[in-house]
């Protein structure tokens, strides 16, 4: 973990979203936090007690200072702060012209600045309030538009995948320290054993953390939204079903084959989890160039779905679309659309195919009436969420977090590999350095005196 910097300037900043509202949030920090306060006005505070305070604007020549607003007032002296610092919140009301007159008023008093973006939790983390991860979960938590987004975000930023990491480098750090004793301090009392005893625990360690890495793609998803693909021959409904799923007019509507040619995307909340809809080029031969390039991503955003939704058009069921076909099976649904335009005997005949599927997921619905789409959606959901189900605690949310895992487990696999490690202390003191330092990247912090601290502790070695 870093250490705090020098004493720096202070800042402010408003920590609410702009517009009207019933109250807004202006955020003071740094050394002149105090001295802020008592420049509008506030000289009687508590610590982390509400004062309600007018807030007085700079004086004029009569000596008259006029009034800003009738605000609540909380001071937080450092260290026991969000950032470490001395930090003052002013909780004036949300009208545009109270916002305006506070943030000029902040910005004429000497030795203040507007703070830049993110600047206030990057202050927290340089004052060891909060790791990397942590103040990725904030941002993810600020972010967070589902259900699933914000149980993920609050459980990274309560700490809890920075606590399973730390728990795997103090046991990297452990055996390191066993190594690196053996090998600096052989003439003294350290068992021979002692290195060969730790192989079974760093065989466990990395086993684990193989698991865990087998789980990232989930919780990158779940932050950033999981993607469905709409596929189908043209003029089969796939952009009215976009259209009706997403409750507004996203995609053109036309009987003109080729209407669609490039990929159109809506992000969605499907009833908690986060949803990326992509409506694709209708699947064909075509001779047009931009129409080609249409189908060609369109095929490449089926590979890299998520989910498939395959649709069809009822009126000609049981005849498949060959070209969607390819699409179907594991991982897809059928939709069969336009099932309003269906006589009696053919719906009789597709709701018997609907009924009877047990392999392949269908759904009959109609995109113009909105019959099917209840359950059509109830089925995206029930798919979606076996991927969820997947998800073991602490989940990986970001490449960042994948890359560093999976550097510690390439370290960690030449160690346990190595025909003798005991052999080659060396070698495996350094894999064994990589690994811990690959698992600190995550959390921001990577300290060698770790090492030392255990060696000193355990061996009494030097006294």
Same mark, same amino acid.
């Given at each position: 973990?870093?250490?705090?910097?020098?004493?720096?300037?202070?800042?402010?900043?408003?920590?609410?979203?702009?517009?009207?509202?019933?109250?807004?949030?202006?955020?003071?920090?740094?050394?002149?936090?105090?001295?802020?306060?008592?420049?509008?006005?506030?000289?009687?505070?508590?610590?982390?007690?509400?004062?309600?305070?007018?807030?007085?604007?700079?004086?004029?020549?009569?000596?008259?200072?006029?009034?800003?607003?009738?605000?609540?007032?909380?001071?937080?002296?450092?260290?026991?702060?969000?950032?470490?610092?001395?930090?003052?919140?002013?909780?004036?009301?949300?009208?545009?012209?109270?916002?305006?007159?506070?943030?000029?008023?902040?910005?004429?008093?000497?030795?203040?600045?507007?703070?830049?973006?993110?600047?206030?939790?990057?202050?927290?983390?340089?004052?060891?309030?909060? *790791?990397?991860?942590?103040?990725?979960?904030?941002?993810?938590?600020?972010?967070?538009?589902?259900?699933?987004?914000?149980?993920?975000?609050?459980?990274?930023?309560?700490?809890?995948?920075?606590?399973?990491?730390?728990?795997?480098?103090?046991?990297?750090?452990?055996?390191?320290?066993?190594?690196?004793?053996?090998?600096?301090?052989?003439?003294?009392?350290? #068992?021979?054993?002692?290195?060969? *005893?730790?192989?079974? *625990?760093?065989?466990?360690?990395?086993?684990?953390?193989?698991?865990?890495?087998?789980?990232?793609?989930?919780?990158?998803?779940?932050?950033?939204?999981?993607?469905?693909?709409?596929?189908?021959?043209?003029?089969?409904?796939?952009?009215?079903?976009?259209?009706?799923?997403?409750?507004?007019?996203?995609?053109?509507?036309?009987?003109?084959?080729?209407?669609?040619?490039?990929?159109?995307?809506?992000?969605?909340?499907?009833?908690?989890?986060?949803?990326?809809?992509?409506?694709?080029?209708?699947?064909?031969?075509?001779?047009?160039?931009?129409?080609?390039?249409?189908?060609?991503?369109?095929?490449?955003?089926?590979?890299?779905?998520?989910?498939?939704?395959?649709?069809?058009?009822?009126?000609?069921? #049981?005849?498949?679309?060959?070209?969607?076909?390819?699409?179907?099976?594991?991982?897809?649904?059928?939709?069969?659309?336009?099932?309003?335009?269906?006589?009696?005997?053919?719906?009789?005949?597709?709701?018997?195919?609907?009924?009877?599927?047990?392999?392949?997921?269908?759904?009959?619905?109609?995109?113009?009436?909105?019959?099917?789409?209840?359950?059509?959606?109830?089925?995206?959901?029930?798919?979606?969420?076996?991927?969820?189900?997947?998800?073991?605690?602490?989940?990986?949310?970001?490449?960042?977090?994948?890359?560093?895992?999976?550097?510690?487990?390439?370290?960690?696999?030449?160690?346990?590999?190595?025909?003798?490690?005991?052999?080659?202390?060396?070698?495996?003191?350094?894999?064994?350095?990589?690994?811990?330092?690959?698992?600190?990247?995550?959390?921001?912090?990577?300290?060698?005196?770790?090492?030392?601290?255990?060696?000193?502790?355990?061996?009494?070695?030097?006294?």
């Amino acid at each position: 973990m870093k250490g705090p910097r020098e004493p720096s300037d202070t800042i402010f900043a408003l920590a609410s979203g702009r517009g009207t509202a019933g109250i807004a949030v202006f955020r003071v920090s740094g050394p002149a936090a105090r001295d802020t306060l008592e420049s509008l006005g506030v000289t009687t505070l508590r610590p982390r007690l509400a004062t309600r305070a007018r807030l007085l604007a700079s004086g004029t020549g009569s000596g008259v200072r006029p009034v800003l607003d009738d605000a609540l007032v909380l001071w937080f002296p450092a260290p026991k702060s969000f950032t470490g610092e001395d930090v003052a919140e002013l909780h004036v009301h949300g009208g545009r012209a109270v916002i305006d007159a506070v943030a000029r008023a902040l910005g004429a008093i000497p030795g203040l600045r507007p703070a830049e973006p993110g600047e206030f939790t990057r202050r927290a983390f340089e004052h060891g309030k909060l *790791d990397l991860a942590q103040a990725e979960g904030l941002a993810d938590l600020v972010a967070a538009e589902t259900e699933a987004q914000r149980v993920q975000a609050l459980e990274q930023f309560d700490g809890a995948l920075s606590r399973r990491l730390e728990a795997w480098r103090a046991a990297l750090i452990a055996i390191l320290a066993q190594v690196e004793a053996a090998l600096d301090f052989s003439d003294e009392d350290v #068992p021979p054993d002692i290195v060969r *005893d730790q192989l079974p *625990d760093l065989v466990r360690i990395f086993e684990n953390i193989s698991q865990h890495l087998e789980s990232a793609p989930i919780g990158e998803k779940v932050r950033d939204g999981f993607h469905v693909a709409i596929l189908g021959a043209p003029n089969v409904g796939k952009s009215s079903l976009l259209n009706v799923l997403a409750r507004r007019d996203v995609a053109i509507v036309s009987e003109t084959k080729g209407t669609t040619r490039d990929i159109i995307e809506v992000h969605m909340n499907l009833k908690g989890i986060p949803v990326i809809l992509a409506d694709t080029a209708g699947l064909r031969d075509a001779a047009e160039a931009i129409e080609a390039e249409g189908v060609r991503r369109a095929e490449g955003r089926a590979a890299q779905a998520d989910l498939r939704l395959t649709v069809f058009d009822a009126r000609d069921w #049981p005849e498949r679309d060959a070209a969607t076909e390819r699409f179907g099976g594991e991982g897809s649904i059928a939709v069969l659309n336009k099932i309003d335009l269906l006589d009696h005997e053919k719906r009789n005949k597709v709701d018997v195919v609907l009924q009877s599927q047990k392999t392949t997921r269908y759904c009959g619905i109609s995109a113009l009436t909105g019959e099917g789409l209840d359950r059509l959606l109830a089925v995206i959901h029930d798919s979606l969420r076996q991927h969820l189900d997947t998800l073991g605690p602490a989940p990986l949310t970001r490449e960042r977090h994948r890359r560093a895992l999976s550097d510690a487990v390439e370290a960690l696999r030449r160690a346990i590999e190595s025909p003798d490690p005991v052999a080659a202390l060396e070698l495996l003191a350094e894999d064994l350095r990589l690994a811990a330092r690959a698992l600190g990247r995550v959390a921001g912090h990577v300290d060698v005196e770790d090492v030392l601290d255990r060696i000193f502790s355990q061996f009494c070695i030097g006294k």
